[in-house]
């Protein structure tokens, strides 16, 4: 799991940190070259990304949500679920390529998801 993570925060421009997430907040893996602490983002997107798949499927009949993302002035996060329980987050400054985001967290998600 390390590997997928370390790999996407190496090969996606613009992005600091990858991590693995439980929609109960919890991180369960990280990889991030900085200070930062990945555990504050998965806590706090996993409320949002759980927001966000409740209205979306039960609210607007949208579907199951198949990919989420929020966009600061400085700081961008992705998030793509792996399955019903976990979900893939990465972490992108501001000159962040969201198309290589995308492309590279759908391979890890299908990667880690016999994992998970």
Known sequence: MLANLTKLVTDVDGAWGAAIGGLDGL???????????????????????RAVSSVYTQTVNGGKTREFYVRGEQLSVYLQPINDEFFLLVALDGRSNLGQARLYMREAARNLGGFL
Do not use: R
Not at 41 to 49: D, P
């Open 27 to 49: 991180l369960v893996e990280g990889y991030t070259p900085t200070a930062t602490d990945l555990n504050l983002l998965v806590a706090e997107h996993a409320g949002l990304l």
